[in-house]
């Protein structure tokens, strides 16, 4: 398997620092608003990356964090007269729901920042110790940058205006570059935690350092963990800054390879809060499935920007509707429908279309190359769907196609859900109850040979845009594909 390390700016091949074993960290969200589409980018860019390792043979140990203590989850519970704690949560508990919705696994491990703050404390005290940190007369610890002459190996950037502007500044500081660890209590507008260093509260970097050691890391190897990933927007100065504090505390590298995936744009600008044009995945689940919001936001590789448009989010559903026509197919023929299917595939010694799971699975184990791995599986719905025509009643061939749409469920995390559902997604209760009493008054009609009656009542729907299929199980409805 070949990844893009952001260290080296290029591919390498992938040796885990441990037979078949392999431990990944990602940075995640500081969780004082709901999510938006660039966290659900960075969560389904990692997915694959555990999904490919999981199918490639690895045996994978993810961790991933929640930031719950921060200056803008402080402002956040201040604002709505609640508490650090209670924001955070809620929080915490939307990003899952949102997170489910799109199909991502979750996590092996998934610490705070607020459960792990022995752990930070400990790492600051060793920085301390060896005089690479030092505390201001207010209390502030800081590192001191210069004495790390590694620093800037992980973005390559040196002490130019835009990184200045990112670190915040404080004339105390021995060296612009020099970042906070632990910021004393300075009052009743803040938050703090009683510690070793005293009444305050951890810096952001420090966080994921101190867990990575507590939770994942090798102790006997030249570098803690095997994949550090997270978004390029936290490559400088986050990700420099926690490479630095672990090396200069423990004496190893924090990670062998480091994964980065690009940015969300939308109308041609970086997604940001601050510009005001960020898209909560929260209100694109009011319009399209989880599964369609993730075909579209796993269509671009992960390193390119994605720059985000509706049309295209369109074309996405097309594309998947493609895979659940497919399913469909496969269904029929077989009593109980797909339900059927899988009971008859477990019960055959039906093979995979191997030559097909191969060349999606050596796709994505080239840095998740998506491009490759969806035009084959593009090439497979068609000869899938030619095959059918010639053979319809191939229950057979019905069943390999049918593991081969496991298969990509399991790679992809598309393609694994109930054709019907599927085709009936975006409707309310209500008018799923109003659709269904439709077709039980057109049965009695039928039952009663009124059959204008019957007839008008499917007209009816499908000026709704309900299209109703009479099958051997039944009267089954869907709505028009647009």
């Known amino acids: 398997m070949k990844i893009y390390d952001t260290r080296v700016k290029k591919k390498l091949e992938f040796i885990p620092l441990k037979d078949k074993a392999v431990r990944i960290y990602v940075c995640g969200p500081t969780v004082y608003d709901d999510a938006h589409l660039g966290h659900a980018r960075s969560s389904i860019a990692f997915d694959l990356l555990c999904r490919t390792l999981k199918a490639s043979g690895y045996d994978v140990l993810f961790v991933k964090n929640f930031t719950d203590i921060d200056d803008k989850i402080i402002k956040k519970a201040k604002d709505s007269g609640t508490s650090v704690a209670e924001v955070a949560e809620s929080y915490i508990q939307a990003y899952l729901r949102d997170m489910d919705a799109l199909l991502v696994r979750r996590p092996d491990i998934m610490p705070k920042a607020t459960e792990n703050l022995s752990a930070m404390t400990a790492l600051i005290t060793k920085l301390l110790d060896k005089d690479i940190a030092y505390k201001l007369p207010n209390g502030d ?35 612009v570059r020099d970042f906070a660890l632990w910021k004393s209590y300075k009052g009743v507008e803040d938050v703090g935690y009683e510690s070793v260093l005293g009444l305050g509260r951890p810096g952001w970097h420090i966080e994921c350092s101190a867990m990575i050691e507590e939770v994942l890391a090798y102790q006997d190897k030249e570098f803690a963990i095997d994949i550090h990933g997270g978004g390029a927007d936290l490559l400088f100065p986050h990700h420099e800054n926690e490479a630095c504090q672990s090396r200069c505390a423990t004496g190893r590298e924090l990670a062998k390879y480091w994964m980065h995936n690009g940015f969300v744009n939308i109308d041609g600008q970086k997604m940001s809060k601050s510009l005001g044009n960020s898209f909560y995945i929260k209100d694109a689940l009011k319009q399209y499935s989880g599964e369609v919001v993730r075909n579209y936001l796993l269509g671009t590789h992960y390193r390119a920007v994605l720059h985000f448009n509706e049309e295209d989010l369109l074309l996405a559903k097309k594309r998947l509707d493609k895979i659940y026509r497919l399913k469909q197919r496969v269904a029929s023929g077989f009593g109980g429908g797909l339900s059927g299917a899988r009971a008859a595939m477990q019960g055959s010694n039906i093979a995979l279309e191997c030559k097909f799971c191969d060349e999606v699975l050596e796709s994505m184990r080239d840095d998740l190359n998506i491009s490759k791995a969806l035009s084959v599986l593009e090439d497979m719905i068609h000869s899938a769907n030619t095959s059918l025509d010639s053979t319809p009643k191939d229950k057979e061939l019905k069943l390999r196609i049918l593991a081969s749409l496991d298969f990509v469920w399991e790679l992809l995390g598309i393609g694994g859900g109930d054709c019907v559902e599927y085709f009936q997604q975006g409707l309310t209760k209500e008018q799923k109850a109003h659709i269904q009493e439709q077709i ?33 199980e039944g009267t089954i409805w869907e709505r028009a594909l647009e």
Do not use: C, W
Request: aromatic content about 4%; hydrophobic content about 30%.
């Open 141 to 175: 610890i800081y590192l001191n940058v210069p004495k790390d002459v590694k620093y800037g190996e992980i973005s390559g950037r040196g002490v130019d205006d835009e990184s200045q502007a990112r670190i915040h500044n404080d004339e105390q500081k021995r060296d």
């Open 440 to 472: 039980d008054k057109r049965a009695q009609a039928k039952k009663a040979r009124d059959f204008a009656r019957a007839d008008a009542i499917r007209a009816e729907l499908e000026s709704m845009g309900i299209v109703l299929s009479d099958t051997s």
